[in-house]
């Protein structure tokens, strides 16, 4: 399960654990992997031993070295009912330790990376999340400021909506505003208006909600990749084609082309048809920002 940095893959992940309870009567196994976390990433040997600890192995019984700790993890779940979720995966190797191998269990992975190796080699089934629709932004906003149901302020909340980009963390960060300082959304929107999105969204803080979960993929790209992100900033649009990008590079279109899969593959692009690329426009404000 993937998509850009702040979509609610954790969330839904989450949430559908909860709602499949019963077709897993042996239990479930939740692991956060902090794969794209600052500093403190889970490697594979401490992700496979909490695993075993979450299956009742005491230490005695745990193996010295990390392909004996995955062995036994897979015997352990041979035959059983239960449902694995890894969270916040860096890409397929960081998660494959945690795979089950038995057809009576499942694996529910999140990552912002594409994970393309799970798909192509461990016959892992993809699942893309996209922003949500208008509709969905709106509901969401009033399931986390109830108060919306008795104030007349529909227009301000498209306003919002609209500024957030239907991004799931930017519609939770606002509603989280509105409640914590009793502002009407009206008043928001003349913050969104004045002092820029991603202000208005992280409260002036340079290392907000916001902005520190961009970082967080941003940091993980190579330099020349992380300089075209920049680049593409400058760009007016949200959408751009190849030889655009190779323009504000001032590179080769084959090294280009080679940089936007590196962006697309951690999902801070999307390739919406052949040749033609976009950015969801918070990540464009920050990308912005970083130039």
Known sequence: MCYKPGSGKTALAVHWAHRAAARFPDGQIYVNLRGFDSGCRLGQAEAVRNALD??????A?????????AALYRRLLAGKHVLVLVDNARDAD????????????????TSRDQLTA??????AHPLTLDVLSLDESRQLLVNRVPALLTTAEPEAADVIIGACARLPLAL??????????????????TEFASAG?????????PAGPVRAVFSWSYRTLAPAAARLFRLLGRH?????????????????????HRLLAELTQ????????PGRYHTHALLGAFAAEQS
């Open 61 to 69: 019984r745990i193996p010295p070295t990390v392909d004996a700790q």
């Open 172 to 189: 939770v960060v606002t509603a989280a505003r509105a409640r914590q300082t009793g502002f009407s959304l009206n008043s928001l929107t």
């Open 94 to 109: 960081h998660a494959r330790p945690l795979l089950p191998g038995t057809p009576t269990a499942m694996a529910v992975v």
């Open 54 to 59: 979450a299956l009742g192995v005491t230490a």
């Open 118 to 123: 799970l798909v192509s080699g461990d016959a």
């Open 197 to 205: 999105r991603l202000d208005a969204l992280d409260a002036g803080d």
């Open 236 to 256: 007016p649009g949200t959408d751009f084609s190849v030889s655009t990008a190779a323009s504000l590079a001032a590179r080769p279109l084959p090294e280009t």
């Open 266 to 273: 951690a999902n801070l692009l999307a390739e919406r048809s």
